[in-house]
DNA sequence: CTGCAATAATTGCGTAAGCAACTAATAAAT
DNA sequence: ATTTATTAGTTGCTTACGCAATTATTGCAG
């Protein structure tokens, strides 16, 4: 009740945040011809090479369409090479090019400059206390709607 | 560095929460025939009506092109009716209809649904702390954000 | 071995959001 | 009072994302 009359709303403050994420990210991205999207991918490529797309959403969380153009969009910018998974001719495996991996630098610090931008004034419990529950809250949620999607099959 | 290596990202994480959420509005909505974005528009509606579609995109925080279509979306819908400011001809006075004022307690449910799901396991200082934190990181964020734009005017 | 279920990837469709360019109306400046 | 600047709203373009349907391959059951 309170929450109509005072006008607060975690999801509209999610939103914003989330928002003014990808804003950031975009202006940040924008040199290297790459959007905000793209990001985790190669962020995470950095990390794992030789992958599957699919691989890709699932540790990504999100859909394997929105992993298939990612995937094909840092093919086409020259980041990232697919090649048929000889064990299984369905997959992929994505590796990332000379270019690709000689993006770690700048990933990594537009990686921290994000952090850092987001988390001033906050003291050291304050940062691990939020990651841990933007973490929760996103499982509360997301496993609410797994099972409204299961429900409907 | 230990971003890197650990997976650790914050941006990622919040992007998981905020496709979730858009997720579980969009369940909930759908019966209504608005779609989440419509949401918050509803939302301070309800609260506060007659107001222009520049002082929505203001308080909500977004670009007045969105303001514009969400509340297009809204009259189409029949939430909402638009009236030339007789003061301004250049603005329109956004009213709720009869159809929106009935809004008010479903919206009102599906909002705090979406707070007892996202907070379920959270004590009462967490959720105090955890709203203020996602205030204070898209402060931080949009404030950096805003610099940039008027920089390169 | 053949036929059928599950899986990786792709594509079309719908929704959402920001930026930039434009129109129309108002406010400010000369 | 006329020019100029600002403001409210609209529209086109681009990026992003999820769902559903489709294709191709793999794996399993008979």
């Keep these: 009740m309170d929450q109509l009359r005072t006008q607060e709303s975690i999801g509209r403050d999610v939103s914003h ?27 995470l ?14 540790a990504l969380k ?7 153009r990612s995937i ?8 990232v090479r697919r090649v048929v998974d000889p064990d299984d001719k369905r997959a992929y495996k994505v590796f990332l090019t000379e270019q690709g991996h000689d993006m770690g630098q700048i990933v990594w610090s ?7 931008m987001l988390l001033e004034g906050f003291t050291d419990e304050e940062k691990l206390a939020f990651r841990n529950m933007i973490k929760k809250a996103g499982t509360n949620i997301s496993k609410w709607n797994q099972n409204r999607k299961t429900a409907n099959e």
Tied chains: 1, 2.
């Design 110 to 116: 537009v990686s921290s400059d994000l952090n850092n």
């Design 45 to 58: 490529l950095l990390h794992e090479d030789g992958i599957s797309q699919e691989y890709l959403a699932t």
């Design 72 to 79: 094909a969009r840092l093919e086409d910018t020259g980041y």
């Design 17 to 43: 945040l989330f928002r003014s994420i990808r804003n950031f990210m975009g202006r940040q991205l924008e040199p290297y011809g790459i959007g905000d999207a793209q990001f985790p991918f190669l962020m």
């Design 62 to 68: 999100c859909d394997r369409a929105t992993s298939a």
